[in-house]
């Protein structure tokens, strides 16, 4: 039955983000924040595709453990392209609120971004391992966890000071985005916990994603009149 519906379930929502990635892309008019909001939906499919499909094929064909080598090369890729989806979230909070270029914050973010890129190249991931190396995973969250901690201050100072609930919604999220990214530092023998966790990080962009739809959506509506 596993077979069957998971493979289903995993089209169907590969097939809606590339779709919501679409809408934000054809309808932002040149409007860079809501092409934020498409390339972020668009990452997100990009990453959850590389997770998803060499799953998918172990599953049809014979199993997870005889395709280790083809699901190692999809974490690898989800682990980095992961990496960018901070990356937009910072320069769509940069074009919420116009934001003037902080240069030496910038570099900062490509630092980041560009070390994390870095550890999950190391061999001492053990990515083609049934279960990948746990410290490792530790390590390479760091530099992630620092572009959040970063993310989360200026979305707080400026959603606060603005007034603006639907990135007060965005701080929450990206709040509970940050434990959701490296589940295997806390759950390395539980699949089921991990696999929870990855759910819980894709619904978390998904919300914060839908705002964005929810804005654009009364935007485009507004336009036709």
């Known amino acids: 039955m596993q077979k069957i519906i998971e493979p289903i379930i995993h089209i169907l929502y590969l097939t809606y983000?590339?779709?919501?990635g679409s809408y934000f892309l054809r309808n932002a008019l040149g409007n860079k924040l809501y092409k934020g909001f498409g390339y972020l939906a668009v990452t997100l499919g990009l990453a959850d595709l590389c997770y998803l499909i060499p799953r998918m094929y172990a599953l049809l064909t014979t199993g997870i453990e005889d395709n280790l080598k083809f699901i190692g090369w999809g974490r690898i890729l989800n682990s980095i392209i992961i990496t960018f989806l901070f990356i937009i979230l910072y320069e769509i909070t940069n074009k919420r609120y116009s934001r003037k270029d902080n240069v030496p914050l910038n570099k900062t973010?490509?630092?980041l971004t560009i070390m994390r890129i870095v550890?999950?190249?190391m061999p001492p991931n053990n990515w083609f391992e049934m279960i990948p190396n746990s410290i490792?995973?530790?390590i390479r969250f760091i530099p992630l966890a620092l572009m959040g901690v970063l993310l989360l201050l200026i979305i707080f100072?400026?959603?606060?000071m603005h007034r603006d609930v639907h990135f007060q919604i965005i701080l929450l999220g990206v709040f509970l985005l940050l434990p959701t990214i490296e589940p295997l530092i806390y759950f390395k023998d539980s699949s089921t916990f991990i696999i929870a966790l990855t759910i819980l990080r894709t619904v978390t962009l998904n919300i914060i994603i839908l705002l964005g739809?929810?804005?654009?959506?009364k935007i485009t509506e507004l336009s036709r009149y």
Do not use: D, N, V, W
């Open 17 to 20: 983000i590339f779709l919501m």
């Open 109 to 111: 973010f490509y630092f």
């Open 119 to 121: 550890l999950c190249l």
């Open 136 to 138: 490792f995973a530790l």
């Open 157 to 160: 100072i400026h959603s606060k």
């Open 213 to 217: 739809f929810k804005e654009l959506r």
